[in-house]
């Protein structure tokens, strides 16, 4: 079983930043490739970004949020990031971190990839 947490959701207006983090427990680090998405009121969820298993790993981006966000990863700290620069009023929504078992170098972008979820974090952009 893996444990997943997210934080740093809250308000921002338009153009701003935020930075969301999530963690995973219950397996080595580095064996889970992690993911993000969001879902907006009425909306069906979406992802967001993925990361392969490795610090520096391999990303992938949905083409809404490329060249503005950017998924890292510190294995040392347990620790993956969504750096959201540039932040649009659409943007809004619950973001959700997860995070599947992998070994091998690939990332993931469909839901069903991914059998362990955060309870999500809160993301507002105000125009």
């Known amino acids: 079983q893996v444990q997943v947490v997210e934080s740093g959701g809250g308000l921002v207006q338009a153009g701003g930043s935020l930075r969301l983090s999530c963690t995973a427990s219950?397996?080595?680090?580095?064996?889970?490739?992690m993911g993000w998405f969001r879902q907006a009121p009425g909306k069906d969820s979406e992802f967001v970004a993925a990361?392969?298993?490795?610090?520096?790993?391999?990303?992938y981006y949905a083409d809404s949020v490329k060249g503005r966000f950017t998924i890292s990863r510190d294995n040392a700290k347990k620790l993956v990031y969504l750096q959201m620069n540039n932040l649009k009023p659409e943007d809004s929504a619950v973001y959700f971190c997860?995070?599947?078992?992998?070994?091998?170098?690939?990332?993931?972008?469909?839901?069903?990839?991914?059998?362990?979820w955060g309870q999500g974090t809160q993301v507002t952009v105000s125009s």
């Open positions: 990361i392969s298993r490795w610090s520096g790993g391999s990303t």
């Open positions: 219950g397996r080595t680090f580095s064996s889970v490739a």
């Open positions: 997860a995070a599947k078992e992998d070994y091998s170098d690939r990332y993931f972008y469909t839901r069903r990839d991914y059998a362990y």
